[in-house]
């Protein structure tokens, strides 16, 4: 295996805040400190990386950076010259639209070719809502799969469901998944005409934010109880047979 040059610049993986709360409110000091020093980042949207950073460190000259856009327009290609700066002795920070990066987030391929490159990767401490909603759920924490989002076809969203279902039951597995906020109401509700009635079922809704909304509970007591609109808010969807 090849060494890694000694003044090589280190990727660093920096999380964001969840939702639009003050960042030392969530984040630790290391992130400011970090930001503080690095000049060179990789971002899913340019405007608001820069407004992120600028909140974090208002003095810092917007000017000198340089921001990659790294998004599902980026081409494969182009993905391995975003880690020149660090081949040239400059700290490189991936930044995420919220959360950790490389936690379901297109950073995930960055890292890697970083590796490939023995280039450093530093994760700094932050904010995940898939961590958070699983500490706060009561089911499994030892044994849990993350599957990202379900299929949009009703029918393959069903079995999917169902297949999820059987794998916590027989496996004693939490089973996590998203989707995208606007259709989190219509998910819901198929979760509640799909799943056992003794399934649970967590719902973690704008985690860390004032609108916090975390709540487990059976699919039989779920169809007693009056529910929080989830409509556009991000959420994690956890059940456990």
């Not at 060494?3 to 969840?18: C, F, H, S, W």
């Not at 089973?175 to 109401?185: A, G, K, S, V, W």
């Not at 487990?216 to 959420?235: F, G, M, N, Q, Y």
Request: overall charge positive; aromatic content about 6%; charged content about 25%.
């Amino acid at each position: 295996m090849a060494n890694r040059i000694e003044n090589q610049g280190k990727l660093y993986l920096i999380p964001t805040t969840l939702g639009e709360n003050e960042p030392l409110e969530v984040l630790p000091i290391s992130i400011k400190q970090a930001i503080e020093q690095i000049d060179h980042y990789i971002v899913e949207n340019e405007k608001t990386a820069r407004r992120f950073i600028k909140k974090i460190s208002p003095r810092k000259s917007q000017p000198n950076l340089h921001l990659s856009v790294l998004n599902k327009y980026t081409e494969a290609q182009e993905i391995p010259a975003f880690l020149q700066p660090c081949l040239d002795g400059f700290n490189t920070g991936i930044l995420s639209e919220a959360g950790c990066p490389g936690i379901a987030d297109p950073g995930a391929e960055v890292v890697k070719i970083a590796h490939e490159k023995n280039i450093q990767v530093v994760p700094l401490v932050g904010p995940s809502s898939i961590v958070l909603a699983l500490m706060a759920s009561g089911m499994n924490g030892q044994s849990f799969a993350f599957n990202g989002y379900l299929p949009i076809d009703g029918t393959e969203r069903k079995g999917a469901i169902k297949r999820l279902e059987k794998l916590s039951k027989d496996y004693r597995q939490s089973q996590l998944f998203i989707e995208t906020p606007y259709r989190n109401d219509k998910l819901f509700a198929e979760l509640l005409k799909t799943l056992n009635p003794g399934t649970r079922v967590c719902v973690a809704c704008d985690v860390t934010l004032p609108t916090e909304y975390i709540l487990t509970k059976t699919i039989a007591d779920w169809k007693r109880t009056k529910v929080e609109s989830l409509h556009k808010r991000p959420a994690i969807f956890i059940i456990q047979g």
